[in-house]
């Protein structure tokens, strides 16, 4: 079974600056990887497919990048309503399994 | 993009059968070459992914979930649903579905786990 380590578990950062989440794989995966936003009491929301891909009407502050086994999501510019826990997600689709990695709560200085 | 939304019981004793249904909307279940699955997230705690149905039935599980766990699909209403059996407390969390793609999840339902 494919594992993913996602990091830091936890940030700090000030309105403005540039965060950084790692996720690493514990096989090749390609690109198969996306980054979700979780707000409190929300669901999940898709911000970057096929790990740099953004999707449609997300804001171009969040960006994606890696493939194989090694990827890494940025907000370029933290704002106050970024403040949400960041997953990332391994996908296959021969058989559609997923896994997940631990997340990153992101808060604000 | 294709509308999701659980329905099921708030609250179900231990040792019973926890069930919930995803109804699909915005298009049809059968005619869409999509997976359909089910995704928990205990209270403060972390994504898990429990399994996923091919519209052809084709079923896929988490291995740590496998031996309690049925996902079908009922093409009639529409329709996919998750049985877990033999619950425990640690079965309590947001339940979400999900089906292939860009389409959001539901909105997720909590399900609690206690007599």
């Known amino acids: 079974d494919i594992q993913m380590t996602q990091s830091p578990s936890s940030l700090s950062a000030s309105v403005g600056d540039r965060v950084t989440i790692t996720c690493q794989a514990s096989?090749?995966?390609?690109?198969?990887l996306n980054w979700y936003q979780q707000k409190p009491g929300k669901a999940p929301k898709l911000l970057i497919y096929d790990a740099s891909n953004l999707e449609t009407g997300v804001p171009s502050r969040f960006s994606g990048s890696g493939s194989g086994t090694d990827f890494t999501f940025t907000i370029s510019s933290l704002q106050p309503e970024d403040i949400a826990t960041y997953y990332c997600q391994q996908y296959d689709n021969l058989p559609p399994v997923l896994t997940f990695g631990g997340g990153t709560k992101v808060e604000i200085k | 993009q294709l509308q999701l939304q659980e329905s099921g019981p708030g609250l179900v004793k231990p040792s019973e059968t926890l069930s919930l249904t995803c109804t699909v909307s915005?298009?049809?279940?059968?005619?869409?070459?999509?997976?359909w699955g089910w995704i928990r997230q205990p209270p403060g705690k972390g994504l898990e992914w429990i399994g996923s149905?091919?519209?052809?039935?084709?079923?896929y599980y988490n291995p740590s979930l496998k031996s309690r766990v049925t996902i079908s699909v009922d093409t009639s209403k529409n329709q996919f649903s998750l049985k877990l059996s033999s619950v425990t407390a640690a079965d309590t969390a947001v339940y979400y579905c999900?089906?292939?793609?860009?389409?959001?999840w539901g909105q997720g339902t909590l399900v609690t786990v206690s007599s």
């Open positions: 915005g298009g049809s279940i059968s005619s869409s070459s999509y997976y």
């Open positions: 149905i091919y519209y052809s039935g084709s079923t």
């Open positions: 999900y089906t292939e793609g860009d389409s959001p």
């Open positions: 096989q090749d995966i390609s690109n198969y």
